[in-house]
């Protein structure tokens, strides 16, 4: 018998499937979710959300419950919604001090765009990706001048810029472009280079970034605000909170709560019974036993 029956022997209870443990997790704490999110987002569809993503990822089945409802708490306040959507990510990272993983919420090119027109001065924001078989001119000035015909009959070839444009409600608007390698220097800089919606979903990133750079010369929200911090914030390997309309960074060093999480979680191989454990062991072994003997 193995140490982890033993358990669910002295316990009374079954390992769940870890998709469903998480979905009872979040059912049981929905208020707090509800109490973060606006009123246009329900706390059933974003657990919904959650838990899809959850079940996609492994590493982040391996991330500790306090990480994993933090980052989707930081969502809800933001109001964007985590997955598919591409507002924001779940991403798992590896704490090498605590020796365990943690997932972090970084929000997407979609939810910046969101944010951004939440102020009620952004009327738009597009983005587009020059690809190199497109035809595409530039001409910067006072009045810059842009031709660009994407490529319709076959491969694009590989991207060679991003540029975007948005508008303001007053007419106005601002225009912005990057080459490619000049995003691939950024996303260098992350923590999250290698893995997570860099890897994933990789032309989003591209947009993302140049929205990032966009985000200096837009009429800010302070959903906005947070939302850029939070997300410059896991560039550098640090965490956040977003406390009222403030966001507070944490230094990396900064991680006693992880810490405390992780001394208080035994492994498998450390748990030993005690007698009190091995006395419940037994009778409800004797209780299994009488009940398969009575059938």
């Known amino acids: 018998m193995t140490v982890q029956k033993l358990k669910e022997i002295a316990s009374g209870e079954k390992q769940q499937h870890p ?76 704490n090498n001090k605590t020796n365990s993983y943690e997932a972090q919420f970084i929000p997407g090119y979609k939810g910046l765009i969101s944010l951004a027109r939440r102020s009620g001065e952004v009327t738009s924001i597009e983005t587009h990706i020059v690809y190199e078989n497109d035809k595409f001119d530039l001409k910067l000035g006072i009045d810059s001048v842009i031709e660009h015909v994407p490529f319709l009959d076959g491969d694009r070839g590989i991207p060679r810029l991003v540029y975007g444009i948005a508008k303001f409600r007053d007419g106005g608007h601002h225009f912005e472009w990057m080459t490619i390698g000049e995003v691939n220097n950024v996303r260098a800089r992350s923590r999250a280079a290698n893995n997570g919606p860099w890897v994933t979903d990789y032309t989003q990133m591209v947009r993302k970034t140049l929205v990032r750079r966009m985000a200096n010369y837009l009429p800010m929200s302070i959903e906005l605000s947070n939302a850029l911090q939070v997300s410059d914030a896991a560039d550098e390997g640090k965490r956040t909170t977003i406390e009222g309309d403030f966001v507070v960074v944490h230094d990396e060093e900064d991680n006693s709560s992880e810490e405390q999480t992780t001394s208080q979680e035994k492994s498998d191989s450390d748990w030993k019974p005690t007698e009190e454990d091995l006395a419940t062991i037994q009778a409800r072994e004797m209780e299994e036993a009488n009940q398969e003997a009575a059938k």
């Open 19 to 94: 998709v469903t443990a998480f979905r009872s997790f979040l059912e049981k704490n929905k208020s707090q979710i509800a109490s973060a999110l606006p009123k246009h987002i329900s706390p059933d569809r974003m657990i919904r959300l959650a838990c899809t993503e959850f079940s996609r990822n492994p590493l982040l089945q391996k991330c500790t419950p306090t990480s994993i409802f933090g980052a989707i708490i930081q969502s809800s306040q933001l109001g964007l919604e985590v997955g598919i959507l591409g507002q924001a990510y779940l991403i798992p990272y590896r």
